[in-house]
């Protein structure tokens, strides 16, 4: 009964507006969990063929300084009772999150309304624009300690196999154990903070589509470019999902408003003035986008960023950053802050 009511939910395109729909593939974190309850060795080709365990493999190593072994070889040589046959791939915290995990896919695999799930990302578009695409939705178990939530690039083949990493329509990974260690104490709690995120990746796929249709260009050319688009693209995100609890307690978040900015315009000025190449400056901005939530300067500057546009000049405004560009984001945010004492400009520089 189990695998019937999974063949249906699999794939299973939900609409909204005539616009986009969500295609989930939970295949991964289903036969995971049965490996790690049953440890059948004989699925193990079959789990590291899926599409959301190949894109989990590579963002992992990527994400690895050090050499690591195969997702097929961690498997083979788990042993659920030796804790350091599982720690690549965090596959052994899986391991003993795993009853949490059950409940919490449970409840997905019979989510079958994602209207306010994509509402709450379309909201930020212009309202004349209307996107043509569905977006894969990947759910793992396994993966970069970091990695709870990602928007990758994939191409699909019609059996929804992967043809290629890295080029084709934009696709959201989800790390399941993550989730159920981070995003609350139960079930419930865990499923409504995974929707607010769910948003949050979606507006960053919507974002890519938009952005390649409209933009007059979304290269990233320099260290520069690179920051300014992150700014807007992270931010408006993750303003996505704090945006009820900022617009109603903002005074409860102004230190961590001022060390956002205070520490975003201390490493723009350290960064710039170093003698090295744009690739390694962009990778130093970069870890201004993942760790502890208030610590991702880029994300929470470019957060308050949304903030206060939205907040003072309304959200037409807002949505028309998003049409001209992450240039005129932070330039509208910036000429706020000069008419505004109370607000911390971000001293960056500025192409227009």
Known sequence: MRQLLL??????????KGQIGIKVDDRAAEQLLQFLDKADTSQINNI?????NQIMEQLYVDATDSIVPSFKETLYNFIPTDSTTGIYYNLYKAYKKRKDIRSLLDK???????????????????????????????YSLTGWKWGDAQKVQVQLDDKNDIV??????????FNLRIIADLYGKDTDSRIKT???VMSHEIFHALLDDYSNDIWKTT????SDDFLRYYLLNEGIAHYITQ?????????DFKENEQHAFDTLNVKYNHIHQLNISEEEKIKMFGKGLYGRFWNKYICISGMFMAYHIENILGIEQLRQCINKGFNNFIETYNNLATE?????????????
């Open 194 to 196: 995974l929707k607010n």
């Open 243 to 251: 945006r009820d609890e900022i617009k109603t307690n903002y005074k």
């Open 48 to 52: 590291v063929q899926l599409p959301a």
């Open 219 to 222: 290269d990233i050319n320099s």
């Open 164 to 173: 290629s990493l890295g080029t084709g329509k934009p696709a959201l990974i």
């Open 108 to 138: 997905l695999q019979n989510q079958t309304d994602y209207d306010d799930i994509i509402n709450r990302a379309l909201y930020f578009f212009p309202t004349d624009y209307k996107f043509k695409n569905d977006y894969n939705v990947f």
């Open 7 to 16: 063949f249906i939910l699999l794939f299973t395109t939900i609409y909204v």
């Open 340 to 352: 505004n004492d109370n607000l911390h400009k971000a001293n960056i520089n500025i192409e227009m």
